[in-house]
């Protein structure tokens, strides 16, 4: 169980930061959100998934099921209501130079 949890713990330390790489990285506001976007709902899943297991099944792996939930649902609709209200403010996408 200790590995599984461990892997589980690294694989979710990997996407946070990849995603921090792609945040610092990317030119506009729309390809950092959808980094931040996917890279923390993973990231931050897998973590959450590691602590559970570690854990071990009881009330508070159940608890810690839940927020794995909440973060699958709270971070895409996040992501949207961003991208929209930034897109509907006026705010373009980047392009290339010439097209």
Known sequence: MTIVALVLLFSGFFFIVVAALGVIRFPDFYTRLHAAGKGDTLGIALFVLGLAVYNGFNFVSL????????????????????????????????????E
């Open 63 to 98: 608890k810690l099921l839940l927020i794995v939930l909440f973060v699958f649902l709270a971070n895409p609709i996040g992501g949207h209501v961003l991208s929209r209200a930034a897109f509907r403010s006026g705010l373009k996408p980047w392009t290339k130079k010439g």
